[in-house]
Structure formats: C-alpha cells, structure tokens
C-alpha cells in the first residue's frame, strides 16, 4: 500500500509539470518586546516562495481593473506603506476615497483592520482594497483570470501552494503571508526598551516624553505595538462632508458611532497627514487637538472626560514637545528601507 | 465539488485494500468496517409550508406578503451521528457548500463517508469565525464559488450566509417594496450557527449505496421565527426599500435561521436521488 500511495504522489507531480522546489519555512520572530501575535500565523504560515509572491502581487497593477493601481500605490515602503502627502487615497480613475491610508506594519500583531474593523483576519484584508470601486474596482477572480495568463505566476503559485493553482484563496494568502512578515521592530525605541546594545539610553527630552506617553496615552495606543486594535472615539468633530460614522458601519450598533480602530503610532513621523481622514498635518496639531480640540458626544472614550466635565489631555507645551520627541524615536529606518520589502522582479 | 487527489487516491487503495480481504459483499446490510460510502443532502426550499416559487408571493404571519426572487445561502461543516453518538466531521477543508434556488443548486454531496448507520446530523449555516479561509484548498477555491452566488461581502471581507432577496407588501404599503437580508458575520458578532437534526430513518452510508437526506427549508422562518422581524419596520428613511444586513437584526435572524430546517424523510438505497 506503501508503495500505491508514493505512486500516486509521483503521478500527481508529473502532472503538474514542474520540478519540486525547496519551500522553505520562513522564520516568523515575535520581538522580544512585542506582545503575541494576534492572528493564527499557523494557519498560513509565511514560506520563502509564499512571501515573494506575495511581494510581487503586493506591487502588481493588474491587481486592479484597468491595470493602473497596486498596493503600493497607496502604501509605499518610505513612508511606512503610508500614501504619503494624500489626505485621502486617491485610487483607480484618479477617484478619491475618504479615508486616509496607514501603515502598513505589524500586522500579525493587529486584531481588527480598517479604521472601522471591516476585515478581522490578515488573509481576507487584501478583499476590501482590491473590491472598492475608489481604490482597485477589481475581484480576485478576475485577477486570477489575468494572472492565468502570465507563465511566471502559473509558476510561482504552483512554488507557493504545494501544486496550487492560481485562485482567489491563494492570492489572498500569498498578499497574507508577505503582511505577516512586515514587521517594523528596530526603531530607536525597541533599541532602547531591549537595551540594544546595553547602555543604550534616550536623551532626557525622550525620556520625559516617553513618561507622558505612558501616563496618558498608552492606555489606547498600548503595547509595543502602540494600539490595542480597539475601536473609540477619541473626540474629534465629525467632518460634516463625509459623515463618517466609523465603527457603526459594520456593526450596525449606534453605541459604535464615531469610533474609529486606535491606530499604531510606530513610524508615525512618517505618515502624515493623520487621523481617518487625514485632517492634521502634523504631530503638533494632533496634539493641539488632543489638548484642547475635543468635540464631546455619546460615545467619546470616558477617559477623555475629566472629573468636572473637561474634555481632552491637559498639555503644557514643553510637555507637547517632548511628546513629539518621543513619537520620533518611533521612527524605524531599518524597516523603510528593508530590501525585502522592496520591488523586486 | 472538486476533490483532494492524493487524498481520493489514497483513500481508494486503503478501501481496495480491505475489500479485498473481504468475502461478505454486504448482502445482509452489516457495516463493514473501513468501507465507505457516499452521502447527499437535499435542500428543498419552502416558505410557510408551501414550495417557495421565485416570483410567487407568500403571506407571513405578521402579514407582510413577501415575493422571493433570489434565495442562496452556505450550509458547512457537515457531521454525521449514529446512535451510540458517535460523531464523524467530514473534512472541514471540504465541508463548504452553497444552495441556489435560482439556478436549482440544492444537492450537497459528501464523498468517501465510512460506513454505518448514522440517526442524526449537524450542519453549520454560513462559515464559522476565524475559520473564513478552510474552504480554500490549493485546488480549490471556495470563495470563487461564493462570489459566483453572490454570497461574499467585498466592502468588508467575508461570506453572506443567506442572500434573501425581493419586494413586499404589508398593511401599510400596498405597492411592492423591494427587500434585501443579508445574513453573515462582521467583525463585532458571529452569526454562524448549527443545527443538529434527528433522521426520521436511519441514513444507511455502504459502499455503491448513497443514502439522500431529504430537507425542507422554511424560509419564512428568517424572519418570522422565534422572533418576528416586519420589513415594514426596517424600511429606510426614504421608505422605498427595506435592507436589513446588520445590527441586531443579524444576531436575530442568525437565531431564527435555526429554526428553518426539518429532515422530511431518507432515501436509502442506490437509486431515486435528486438531481
């Protein structure tokens, strides 16, 4: 019976038609300063020929209807896989969304995508993008149509998936595998939390700054990761002109409205312009508006509300400085400019 | 629904195997161990004890009068019980499947299912959270499937469980309305629910004898179940049409979808199947 089942596995190989390649398994590192992953990396673990297909869909245009738009199209490497100087992405048709692009990071790390949590799992995420009329207006069977075309990707999924075809799931799972590994952990800050090398110290501005964070800021922006993939609102006037209702969109619950996915801060300084709709141009106005720009509603977050009815986090502007000089050191120029992030053909 | 290759292979010659070594060629009906079998599951839509016709209108108890015309929705994760309670999964990776009244899409076809004498048996409705990409195999791709029925969510990133579509009249609007339900899971409620029905006749699974378990589906009870949810009441501001694909509803008629099932009979036997 041995000997059947081995034949069978060799009848299959030949069927395919192509030699068998060494697939190796990728080495997924959690940071020592990191909390555990917050996705099943297991269930689609990144392997070599998995992350670089991944990495090749991640910069591919024929990802979107008229073969103009890729991922890294609006989330490029400089800038944290941020859409950097966009207010709001602008995608296929030159159309603009109303939404502000993150970064793209730590990803495994998260629990909830999207500023209103549409997607809750790394390999399903990349539907929303591809299927919105304003960013790529495509479907993944379409794109698994082109793709067929294309000898090198018949190839290449048949690497990644063990004989796997060119389908929607393994598209998904390839773009999955390539966010699992984009982990920003070498910034200042790590270096300095992980004692890299030992001695390693902030300067005083820093420290201070690293204090207030941890006083009124990490109880949102928690962990190393610097959220903790919650939903809240942080007080910000709604924009009259979209009305974006946040969290309640896909929950369909008004205890929900105004909420939004508490963003990572990591590489921040590099990710302008922030919030969902990209409304401040800078880390000084996020924190005029965390200082005194608060808008109180139902559902503000109860810690924004002081004891007599104030609303926001009192900030001298020494205090907002030294903020700024703490979000810095978040920076991580290693991850930027990683090659294997990079396009690559 | 396509098979795993090396899986059927490997299967086939574990079962020729025994065979082989087998002289009783189940004349008397007894379960020979590692033998296996096939096993279908018939969806037959319904609406309130009548046959659902797409474009014929039913009245509910609340009455709104509702005409279908789109019903398709995801049953999964397929279990088979005998009566020592004694439970066999069908492969997950291969137990999502999709119905479509429409295009008369009503079989479910399990394969290579061991042999016995199963009373009872459990589905899912929709796809189980976390467990979104277990439909996807390298060959094939469960998505692709769905999307075809119209039974994903692009905007955000899963499946619709049931696509409950059509127009309405009640009390209080006579012209028709059009109405969409769309049932699934979002990032804040899993509305994935089981059913666990009791065959009223044994389901006999033997090699070269397919048992087909007859079901009807009360779709009628998605929204008058349990608990009744008028479409009326769920018109949007304009009053032209009712949507409901969220909120408390979902968590409602995930409930309610509970109750749509009944086993009306089984087919033993190695003829008269559906289809």
């Not at chain 1, 699992?180 to 201070?208: H, L």
């Not at chain 1, 002081?306 to 050191?329: M, Q, S």
């Not at chain 2, 469980?161 to 009390?171: H, N």
Request: aromatic share 10%; glycine share 6%.
């Amino acid at each position: 019976m041995i000997g059947l089942l081995a034949l069978s596995f060799i009848s299959c190989n030949k069927d395919d038609g192509y030699e068998a390649v060494v697939n190796e398994r990728l080495d997924f590192v959690v940071p020592a300063n990191f909390p555990a992953p917050a996705q099943d990396i297991e269930h689609n673990y990144p392997t070599q020929k998995g992350f670089e297909l991944g990495r090749k869909l991640f910069y591919d245009t024929r990802l979107s209807a008229n073969n103009t738009i890729s991922c890294s199209f609006c989330h490029e490497q400089e800038n944290a896989f941020t859409h950097h100087g966009h207010t709001f992405s602008h995608g296929i048709y030159d159309q603009e969304g109303t939404r502000n692009a993150p970064a793209v990071q730590n990803m495994a790390f998260q629990s909830q995508y999207f500023y209103d949590g549409a997607s809750d799992a790394i390999d399903m995420l990349s539907i929303a993008p591809i299927h919105n009329p304003v960013e790529m207006d495509e479907t993944l069977e379409n794109i698994a149509v082109k793709l067929k075309q294309d000898k090198e990707y018949v190839k290449l999924f048949n690497q990644a998936f063990e004989g796997g075809q060119i389908t929607s799931g393994n598209i998904l799972k390839a773009l999955g595998q390539f966010m699992t590994m984009m982990v920003s952990a070498n910034s200042k800050y790590d270096k300095f939390v992980r004692s890299e090398p030992p001695g390693n110290n902030f300067n005083q501005k820093e420290m201070q700054g690293l204090e207030l964070f941890r006083q009124k800021c990490a109880s949102c922006h928690a962990t190393d990761i610097f959220t903790d993939s919650s939903f809240r609102n942080n007080g910000l006037p709604p924009n009259p002109n979209l009305n974006d209702l946040g969290r309640e969109t896909v929950t369909g619950f008004k205890r929900d409205r105004y909420k939004f996915k508490v963003p990572s801060l990591r590489n921040v300084e590099l990710t302008a312009p922030y919030m969902h709709d990209g409304r401040f141009g800078s880390l000084e106005s996020v924190l005029n508006f965390y200082r005194n720009g608060m808008t109180d509603s139902e559902t503000l977050d109860e810690q924004l509300r002081a004891e007599d009815g104030t609303l926001g986090i009192p900030l001298t502007d020494e205090e907002k400085e030294a903020l700024i000089a703490f979000l810095k050191t978040l920076t991580d120029e290693e991850y930027i400019n990683n090659p294997l992030f990079y396009y690559q053909t | 629904m396509k098979f795993n290759y090396i899986k059927t292979v490997a299967l086939a010659a574990i079962a020729t195997a025994f065979i082989s070594c087998s002289s009783d060629d189940d004349a008397t009906g007894e379960v020979i161990g590692d033998t296996y079998g096939d096993v279908e599951f018939y969806f037959d839509n319904g609406a309130a004890g009548n046959s659902l016709i797409l474009g014929v209108p039913f009245t509910n108890s609340m009455d709104e009068a509702l005409t279908v015309n789109k019903l398709n929705y995801i049953v999964s994760n397929f279990v088979l019980i005998d009566a020592d309670g004694n439970e066999v999964v069908y492969p997950k990776e291969e137990s999502y499947f999709i119905t479509n009244q429409q295009d008369e899409v009503k079989t479910v076809h399990l394969e290579n299912v061991p042999a016995g004498d199963y009373k009872a048996v459990r589905f899912g409705i929709g796809v189980d959270e976390q467990r979104y990409l277990q439909g996807e195999t390298a060959q094939q791709s469960f998505w692709d499937l769905a999307a075809a029925n119209d039974l994903t969510w692009t905007w955000s990133t899963g499946y619709r469980f049931v696509v409950f579509e059509g127009t309405f009249t009640s009390p209080e609007n006579a012209e028709p309305l059009l109405f969409k339900v769309h049932q699934g899971s979002n990032t804040e409620t899993d509305n994935y629910r089981e059913v666990t029905l009791t065959l009223p006749t044994t389901a006999r699974v033997r090699e070269g004898e397919t048992p087909s378990i007859h079901l009807i589906t009360d779709v009628n009870k998605l929204l008058d179940g349990e608990t009744k949810i008028s479409l009326h009441d769920n018109l949007n501001q304009a009053g032209t049409a009712a949507a409901i694909m969220g909120g408390e509803n979902l968590i409602k008629i995930a409930d309610n979808s509970t109750e749509m099932f009944t086993v009306d009979h089984v087919h033993n036997g190695a003829g008269h199947h559906h289809e």
